[in-house]
């Protein structure tokens, strides 16, 4: 295994191609779902340029994009300030096991830390991806006891598709 040599930033508007890729692969990897290219594109230039209350942060090795996530916040009037929601975690399959995704989950609780109005950071995932899960729990992060429920209006995800094609 080749020492790795990673750089986190934040993503700038010509990443848009290789992010909309990545949650393109992401949803099916993770969900068995095929995202509209369309829909993905214009969701992350939104975001790039400015909008959506939301940032992406970027791992590079050695110059090429290997992994991402999205900081979206939510205000909580309860607690004063703004929760971090991390969204988007990909990381390239070549990469993964390295402590990637350590290192990208350490910047972005030292970014959200640095907010003297955030109030915590926290993400919702698969309940079948127990995979996730307990990389989730090793890093810190615990169960809130709060279930994610979700009235669709529109722009609803595509169907999954079952393993083995259509």
């Known amino acids: ?3 790795l040599v990673l750089k986190i930033r934040a993503a700038v508007l010509a990443d848009a191609e290789i992010i909309a890729e990545f949650n393109c692969r992401l949803a099916m990897e993770s969900e068995g779902r095929a995202l ?3 829909v993905i594109a214009a969701g992350v ?3 790039l340029e400015g909008g959506g209350e939301a940032e992406y942060l970027l791992v590079e090795n050695e ?3 290997i992994a991402q996530l999205m900081l979206t916040r939510e205000w909580s009037d309860w607690r004063n300030g703004w929760f971090y929601w991390i969204q988007s975690v990909f990381v390239a399959p070549e990469y993964r ?4 995704f350590s290192r990208l989950y350490q910047a972005a609780v030292a970014r959200v830390e640095s907010r003297e109005d955030s109030v ?4 919702y995932v698969e309940a079948h991806n127990q995979k996730a899960q307990e990389t989730y729990t090793k890093l ?3 169960a809130t006891g709060y279930e994610v429920l979700e009235h669709p209006l529109r722009r609803e995800l595509p169907a999954i598709i079952p393993p083995g094609g259509p």
Do not use: F, I, N
């Open 45 to 47: 230039r939104v975001v």
């Open 36 to 38: 509209e290219p369309a």
């Open 63 to 65: 110059g090429v994009v």
């Open 140 to 142: 810190g992060m615990r």
């Open 97 to 100: 096991r390295q402590g990637v």
């Open 120 to 123: 915590g950071l926290r993400l």
């Open 1 to 3: 295994m080749t020492s």
